[in-house]
């Protein structure tokens, strides 16, 4: 399933049911009356003032390190060239991440908005469009006083990569639906079983509703448990057919090779 065609039949599955329930994340206030958000390490990618994808903190040395898809940063290759440029006028240094993102318009950014320093990307991705390196990780800066970003969405909330996992795990994936069928700009979350595409096995494959466009990076964490257990990110979701049929690539030594990078810039 191609990662361009996210949502595109979304008349047609307005009537499927979900096969797992979706839930929208509520933001329950905790004892000082402060909004308490069950996922502060997901959020949006910003440039301009406009939002796109999904994209997540990984457990990195330095606390700086996100993970998303690879053509919400990159164009994709064809044929050993590079395509044509992703996003519009998009430059690494315009481009930033929003954890814990919501509300309408503009939204809030609870956490800050932090800028992108650097984007790795998969060269089976910007020369040939393969779908399993649909991943990149991207290093971002320091806010003013010199935090992390993990620091700042909190210690021990971040999953670490996992890079050998198999493809039949129970994972929660959280992503941010496109503004336009997600006027607060709430993120949905699943959790399910996961299994090999039947269209391209080397994908992993969920069945659950409402991953619209702008779920694209979206993490699939695995084995997640309570305060301290934020479980392990085994990849990010690339594509589907509809809302309710999504992909990502397994993570693998490649994907290991580029979070190295990112971790280390």
Not at 39 to 53: I, K, N, Q
Not at 57 to 66: F, I, M
Not at 71 to 90: I, K, M, Q, R
């Amino acid at each position: 399933m191609s990662p361009a065609v996210k949502g595109a039949y979304a008349a047609a599955a307005a009537g499927v049911a979900a096969v797992v329930a979706v839930a929208v994340l509520q933001v329950p206030a905790d004892s000082d009356g402060v909004a308490a958000r069950p996922f502060p390490t997901v959020g949006v990618l910003m440039a301009g003032g406009e939002h796109w994808c999904t994209a997540s903190v990984v457990d990195s040395p330095h606390g700086n390190v996100v993970a998303t898809a690879a053509h919400c940063v990159a164009p994709a290759g064809e044929d050993g060239e590079p395509g044509e440029v992703a996003h519009d006028g998009l430059a690494i240094g315009e481009l930033a991440f929003a954890p814990g993102f919501s509300g309408e318009g503009a939204g809030s950014q609870p956490f800050g908005v932090w800028k992108v320093r650097s984007v790795h990307v998969d060269d089976r991705w910007t020369k040939w469009g393969d779908d399993t390196a649909d991943f990149a990780f991207l290093t971002v800066e320091p806010d003013g006083e010199g935090r992390s970003l993990q620091e700042t969405v909190g210690e021990g909330g971040a999953p670490g990569p996992d890079w050998t996992s198999g493809y039949e795990r129970e994972v929660t994936v959280v992503g941010y639906p496109e503004s336009d069928r997600n006027p607060e700009n709430k993120p949905v979350s699943c959790t399910t079983q996961t299994r090999h595409d039947e269209d391209d096995p080397d994908m992993l494959y969920i069945g659950c509703s409402g991953f619209w466009t702008g779920t694209s990076g979206s993490p699939w964490i695995a084995d997640r448990g309570g305060p301290g257990e934020p479980g392990r990110l085994i990849g990010v979701l690339s594509g589907g057919d509809t809302d309710v049929d999504s992909t990502a690539a397994l993570f693998d030594e490649r994907a290991k090779a580029l979070y190295d990078r990112a971790a280390r810039d």
